[in-house]
């Protein structure tokens, strides 16, 4: 069945710092969602990408898609406290999203 | 988020129990999902629902039931509980239809525990 794998599996950073996630599926997709998850929260939607080679940026945080659709990657630049928790990938093949294990981000003031 | 709650928000229960978790909106949205979440899996898809009746399997949908009966509620029965089956269950809605997707929005979140 359809895998989605992220990198790393944790990951600590200086405040400042910047910090990337990536996302990996055995299979083309035909759209990604990224999630956010604070400590004791449930995940909060924060954006979709659908075109081969699409990036969005929303402030601090960069998405990308990959160009063959089976790839995508989440950058913070210089991390804030704020930007603690887990951070998702969901990908799509059919009608269903199939979530990434996720990355839990720790930021140390 | 407003427009999606789920009871009991905890519950500890004894193995070999039924058990049935509830979610409730209040969007219309057409699809309803319930995810369990265990440290080392991320979110793992045990059924969905694209509309009144009208219901499929996940990924791990052993042991679990659920039922529609109506668009605001889907119901999530585990028929006997097991200690695997100890985790943080997430109901989660999309208004999303065949050509176009949208991001989901979570429930709070059910925390079970099986002893």
């Known amino acids: 069945g359809q895998q989605v794998m992220q990198i790393p599996q944790y990951q600590h950073v200086q405040e400042g710092e910047d910090f990337t996630t990536y996302c990996n599926s055995s299979?083309?997709?035909?759209?990604i969602q990224w999630y956010k998850q604070r400590p004791g929260g449930h995940p909060v939607f924060l954006i979709q990408?659908?075109?081969?080679?699409e990036v969005k940026k929303q402030k601090r945080l960069t998405f990308q898609f990959g160009e063959a659709k089976k790839n995508s990657s989440l950058h913070i630049t210089a991390t804030q406290t704020t930007d603690v928790g887990t951070y998702f990938c969901?990908?799509?093949?059919?009608?269903?999203?199939?979530f990434g294990t996720g990355t839990r981000l720790q930021v140390f003031p | 988020d407003a427009g999606i709650t789920q009871s009991p928000r905890h519950k500890v229960t004894e193995t070999g129990t039924p058990v049935t978790l509830r979610c409730h909106q209040t969007?219309?949205?057409?699809?309803m999902y319930w995810y369990r979440q265990d440290p080392g899996h991320g979110l793992r898809l045990i059924h969905y629902?694209?509309?009144?009746?009208?219901?499929d399997k996940g990924e791990v949908s052993d042991g679990y039931s659920v039922s529609r009966s109506k668009t605001e509620d889907f119901l999530l029965t585990l028929e006997s509980a097991t200690s695997s089956q100890t985790s943080v269950y997430f109901c989660?809605?999309?208004?999303?239809?065949?050509?176009?997707?949208?991001?989901?929005?979570f429930g709070s979140g059910t925390r079970l525990t099986v002893v």
């Open positions: 989660a809605i999309s208004e999303s239809t065949s050509l176009l997707n949208y991001g989901y929005t």
């Open positions: 299979t083309t997709l035909s759209n």
């Open positions: 990408l659908v075109k081969s080679g």
């Open positions: 969901a990908g799509r093949n059919t009608d269903k999203l199939i």
């Open positions: 969007e219309n949205h057409r699809y």
């Open positions: 629902s694209y509309g009144v009746k009208d219901t």
